[in-house]
């Protein structure tokens, strides 16, 4: 009559060892029934390449539309945020100056506005050595800038027609007084900078994109680059830093936020 107590008992013990043992084959990977999400073995990096002097690096955005603040688009790699934090120190405001001098005599710069046209008037020592019909008025600024560089002196302008109610600008950079679209058979240059102390712009010539540094020309691999967009969507347009430009581009239906200078 006691046997029975002690076979059951018996059994009792053996099953609750039994289910102690381990699974044979676990599976291979749980992460989809994890509340973590896979660890990235390596951080992803941008398109990189080196010119020269110059590093470019470019990110295609997500999603960005004419208008949205430099730090809110997107990229396929990360937050922009955090992009541009990588860069930070590089991001001090360009300064222009007022009234540069060319060996001592001062580079001056007029605008003048009749009948719905600008026209730009270049000084240098109070004498007129150059005017430039800038086309109508608009919202787009006809006077880009001015600059000089070693025994150089640039002037920037955007000459606008309206076409069909709609505002057509191209960009011409003269160059002590001549423009680089005649000279070097652009059809458009723009947005040019002192870069790390060297003269830089953009230009596209025979439907092709590219820029200029320190007289070097570079064709880029874009269909082109956003520029002379006003009021909201000028946040499309390039930014310039004493080291560096940043800058939209696209080619094809895809949208890119690209960094291009001397990072040491």
């Known amino acids: ?128 050595v150059l005017t430039i019909d800038c086309g109508e008025i608009s919202p787009i600024n006809n006077l880009r800038g001015k600059w000089v560089s070693g025994d150089d002196w640039y002037v920037e302008i955007a000459h606008v027609e309206t076409e069909s109610e709609k505002l057509i600008s191209i960009g011409d950079i003269y160059k002590n007084g001549k423009s680089l679209n005649e000279d070097k058979g652009y059809d458009e240059s723009f947005d040019f900078q002192i870069l790390n102390g060297k003269p830089f712009y953009f230009f596209s010539k025979d439907g092709k994109i590219g820029f200029s540094y320190a007289g070097s020309e570079t064709k880029l691999d874009f269909d082109g680059v956003g520029h002379h967009l006003c009021c909201s969507a000028g946040t499309g347009n390039p930014r310039h830093y004493p080291q560096m430009v940043s800058f939209k581009s696209w080619k094809g239906d895809d949208r890119f936020y690209v960094e291009l200078g001397v990072f040491d």
Not at 48 to 54: A, F, M, P
Request: charged share 30%; net charge negative; proline share 7%.
């Open 1 to 128: 009559m006691k046997a029975k107590p002690f076979l059951l008992g018996l059994l009792t013990i053996t099953l609750l060892l039994a289910s102690c043992v381990p699974l044979e084959n676990p599976p291979e990977d749980n992460s989809l029934n994890s509340s973590h999400p896979p660890q990235i073995e390596s951080e992803e990096i941008p398109e990189t390449t080196q010119i020269g002097d110059l590093t470019m690096e470019i990110y295609q955005l997500k999603i960005w539309k004419p208008g949205m603040e430099e730090g809110k688009f997107d990229t396929t790699i990360g937050s922009s945020e955090e992009i541009l934090k990588r860069r930070d120190a590089w991001r001090e405001k360009l300064q222009l100056e007022e009234n540069p001098l060319l060996n001592g005599e001062e580079l001056h710069v007029i605008e003048q506005f009749d009948d719905n046209k600008a026209t730009v008037i270049v000084q240098l020592a109070g004498k007129e």
